[in-house]
């Protein structure tokens, strides 16, 4: 229950990317002070991981994603990758492949760089889902879940 909360924290944060709409302010905003040297390295390997993920993920090749996951990922599915290739096998019947990336961002949170990837699917093109891999340092994956990220428009309506 607690990852659930804390991966609905996240998308929360992310949810402006979910919009089709891009928005850009009228005056740049302030300049923030730089970030520590390691923070873009990890975000950038965290964004190439998560995609590795991914690409497995929807290829069906859940052997090597299932070794990612650390204890606390995998007791979602009763610690059973028969449970987990089952929740994938699901997921293709109801949904379908992804139609369309809408966006795609890694935000840190105690620690752990959390890969996001909001995208459409091909039975429900109309509302939006977000894949979600807690990552530790060295990789591994501590949360995993996939959330309804709502709506998506086309555009602005008139």
Do not use: C, H
């Amino acid at each position: 229950m607690r990852s659930a909360v804390r991966l609905l924290a996240l998308l929360m944060l992310a949810a402006p990317l979910a919009s089709a709409q891009v928005q850009i302010p009228a005056t740049p905003p302030p300049k923030a002070a730089p970030a520590p040297a390691s923070a873009p390295v990890a975000g950038e390997m965290a964004l190439a991981r998560g995609r590795q993920l991914v690409q497995w993920f929807y290829a069906q090749q859940l052997e090597p994603v299932w070794a990612a996951f650390l204890p606390s990922a995998r007791q979602d599915f009763a610690n059973d990758l028969a449970a987990f290739q089952s929740y994938r096998a699901a997921g293709i019947q109801n949904y379908g492949r992804e139609t369309s990336l809408i966006s795609e961002r890694v935000l840190e949170d105690s620690g752990v760089q959390y890969y996001l990837r909001t995208a459409r699917f091909e039975r429900g093109p109309d509302v939006a889902w977000t894949l979600v891999f807690g990552l530790n340092a060295q990789g591994q994956v501590v949360q995993f879940g996939i959330l309804n990220a709502g709506p998506v428009s086309d555009g602005p309506s008139t």
